[in-house]
């Protein structure tokens, strides 16, 4: 196992990564769900101090890789896989090296990103491309022979954001569209609306287990609770003519 990578496993078959180099509050969360014939890797963090032969797996089955939306730090590592699935409207992102299209930039400019309180920059910080080998679209599962992955689009944080739903057991993947920090809804491809129509979808299934891209693994009560914060919040901002 590689040190680069903080383990948790959440249930038999999932397991939750995080990175060491990355500063605590900037981490973001991906999580490798084993089936028995295929596994699957949603998102990969921002790729720093790991690559996917670290991964705590049986490497001889095939490794099919989601990204759940385009930005920089969940797509660190998607470029190695040979299977890399994601939805068609942000195709082009995906197929860009240019981190600014990853957003990793300006965000990260001058800011201490790095668990050692170092900065990132333009030129030591470069994602390469990862096109597409294959579009995911609302409704498509990806069968992993004892676990089936349903996908959602979840628009909002971003315009091909995707949610991930293992029915059988309650497990929700959401990234960026739900988790206990702040949701960046005002970033270039964010749209309030449909993030909140993304959320009343979220909230029509039976989830057990919450599984997002930053902070906490949320049970159904602190999820509902999350959205419903949200929800507060956009409409305190419409008050403030800001919606
Ligand atoms: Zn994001
Ligand atoms: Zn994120």
Redesign the pocket.
């Known amino acids: 196992m590689n040190e680069g990578l903080v383990t948790e496993q959440l249930t038999a078959n999932v397991t939750r990564f995080c990175e060491a180099l990355i500063c605590p509050d900037e981490r ?1 969360y991906f999580y490798l769900v084993e089936g028995r014939e295929i596994d699957c890797l949603i998102d990969s963090g921002w790729g720093l101090g790991w690559s996917l032969a670290d991964l705590p797996r049986d490497a001889v089955k095939p490794l099919i890789a989601v990204a759940t ?1 385009s ?1 920089y ?2 797509i660190g590592r998607f470029f190695e896989a040979t299977e890399r699935l994601g939805h068609q409207t942000e195709a082009e992102l995906f197929s860009s090296c240019d981190a600014v299209d990853k957003q990793a930039f300006p965000y990260l400019d001058d800011r201490k990103a790095l668990a050692d309180g170092g900065t990132l920059t333009r030129e030591s910080y470069q994602i390469p491309a990862s096109p597409l080998t294959g579009l995911l679209s609302d409704g498509d599962a990806i069968e992993l022979g004892s676990a089936r992955l349903e996908i959602v689009h979840t628009p909002g ?1 971003s315009p091909g954001s995707l949610s991930l739903i293992e029915d059988a057991s309650g497990l929700l993947f959401c ?2 569209t739900v ?1 206990d920090g702040h949701i ?1 809804d005002d970033i270039p491809g964010a749209d309030r609306r449909a993030l909140l129509a993304s959320h009343q979808r979220l909230l029509e299934r039976k989830v057990v287990l919450v599984c997002p ?2 902070g906490s693994v949320m049970d159904a009560a602190a999820f509902q609770k999350r959205i419903a914060e949200y929800a507060v919040s956009v409409d305190l901002a419409k008050d403030n003519g800001r919606v």
Do not use: F, I, V
Request: net charge negative; no cysteine.
């Open positions: 973001s939306h930005h730090d969940h944080h990234a960026d988790h960046h891209g930053h």
